[in-house]
């Protein structure tokens, strides 16, 4: 056969190798699914404002959309109710119950419900007294709550951490993830046990080993500037939490606020393309009963999907802090000879209406295999070419936008002979179409 290509023997070293997750046997790919928090938030007020409150009615009908819309047959499985579903007492066994006006049927049923659409749910609770909307927290009830999980038949749980003293979750987190474990369901453990100690250092050695993904930065707001925030605390990296993402365990940078109101088209675009180049969890919160047909069609991109279920499960990682142009780097599949192809994403943070044109060679960005790559736009598929890593790419980056290129490793040299690699010509050059030249434009 020659030279073959490589992948289930590379993917199981890849899959094994590193630190271990957490061994529930699920979240291998990064969760896919729909939230109610951003969007819908804590409405209650099911008598004023029927359709947007959160209720039963809510989750039925964002479950059917689910279906209908396609966002199941594109991997986007799980339903989550996020704050505000209990009663704010509990039952007089002490176990936690719904509010009975907002959820008359019962959790079970809805439970039913969506799983009968072939959906899986998700369920929030707080690792407090309280949760972040004043309802009964899990202190002083979890193995409780874990078995009325089980019971409701819950496939996913989000543990938030308001009305707790963080230096508790070092214990408390495992804990309550060890009763989800002993009820021998498989249930998704979403944690938020880093989001309460930011700046402390938090150790995600032990977070990785005992949580499927967990949040570790401010919440989302509908805003470009929230976005932008989070893309570059990733960027930024000071915990070092990247190298952590892996088979089972994976960094929550929140929320897809596409389709709602604060990002452009451009934006959504890039939310979109990040998100899946840090191998982020794919929850949506948006109202998928009117979400306008051009965002829809970016969260249901299947090349972008594709990206962020790669099998190796690699963050991307910042490789270039521009001006105006930041430039992300992750390893996927297909491998040959122990190379691996790359998706390149490229940020533009620049604001003032004209696309910014960039050129570079693929050797600046570490791009060296010798038999060259094949060149894809990531969100339309188109090939773009083929390149060996001294050749020039040229491409265009709208203002707060992104292009997103997928270099797939070719198995057999093209054209030429290979030549030696020449790795010292590094960045981007960056070209500013319609400048006039003002001081202020900079």
Not at 325 to 351: C, E, H, Q
């Amino acid at each position: 056969m020659g030279q073959n290509w490589v992948f289930v023997v590379t993917l199981v070293c890849l899959c094994t190798c590193g630190v271990s997750g957490l061994e529930n046997g699920v979240a291998r790919t990064p969760p896919m699914g729909w939230l109610s928090w951003e969007r819908f938030r804590c409405n209650t007020d099911c008598d004023n404002d029927p359709e947007f409150c959160i209720s039963e009615r809510l989750f039925k009908e964002m479950a059917d959309m689910m279906v209908v819309g396609g966002y199941l047959e594109a991997g986007y499985d799980t339903i989550i109710i996020d704050d505000c579903w209990p009663d704010h007492k509990r039952s007089a066994d002490g176990k936690l119950q719904p509010d009975p006006k907002r959820f008359a049927s019962g959790i079970p049923a809805l439970s039913d419900y969506i799983h009968k659409l072939g959906l899986k749910f998700g369920i929030y609770e707080d690792y407090g007294n309280f949760t972040c909307g004043g309802y009964p927290g899990i202190l002083g009830h979890m193995e409780t709550d874990a078995n009325t999980f089980a019971e409701w038949e819950v496939d996913y749980v989000k543990l938030d951490g308001c009305y707790s003293e963080p230096s508790t979750m070092e214990t408390g987190y495992p804990e309550f993830g060890r009763y989800l474990n002993e009820t021998k369901r498989p249930m998704v453990y979403s944690c938020s046990w880093p989001a309460y100690q930011i700046g402390e250092n938090p150790n995600y050695g032990s977070i990785s080993e005992h949580c499927n993904l967990w949040r570790n930065f401010d919440d989302i707001t509908d805003s470009w500037d929230s976005v932008l925030s989070i893309i570059d605390y990733y960027g930024d990296d000071k915990d070092g939490f990247a190298k952590f993402a892996a088979p089972g365990q994976w960094n929550d940078p929140d929320m897809l606020i596409i389709g709602n109101y604060g990002l452009s088209l451009d934006q959504s675009k890039a939310q979109m393309g990040m998100w899946c180049m840090f191998a982020s969890p794919l929850i949506m919160s948006a109202d998928l009963r009117s979400i306008r047909p051009e965002f829809k069609e970016i969260m249901l991109n299947r090349n972008l999907i594709k990206l962020n279920q790669d099998p190796m499960g690699v963050q991307a990682r910042r490789i270039i802090k521009g001006n105006t142009i930041d430039v992300y780097s992750r390893p996927v599949m297909p491998l040959y000879n122990g190379k691996t192809s790359v998706a390149v994403a490229f940020l533009n943070r620049w604001n003032e209406g004209t696309p910014l044109k960039i050129k570079f060679t693929l050797q600046a960005l570490g791009l060296d295999h010798p038999g060259g790559y094949q060149a894809f736009d990531v969100f339309t598929g188109k090939k773009l070419g083929s390149f060996k890593p001294a050749d020039t790419f040229s491409g265009a980056v709208n203002p707060t936008g992104i292009l997103l290129v997928r270099f797939n490793v070719m198995a057999k040299s093209f054209g030429q002979e290979a030549a030696e690699v020449d790795s010292s010509d590094e960045g981007i050059d960056v070209t500013y179409p319609g400048l006039s030249g003002w001081k202020t434009e900079f």
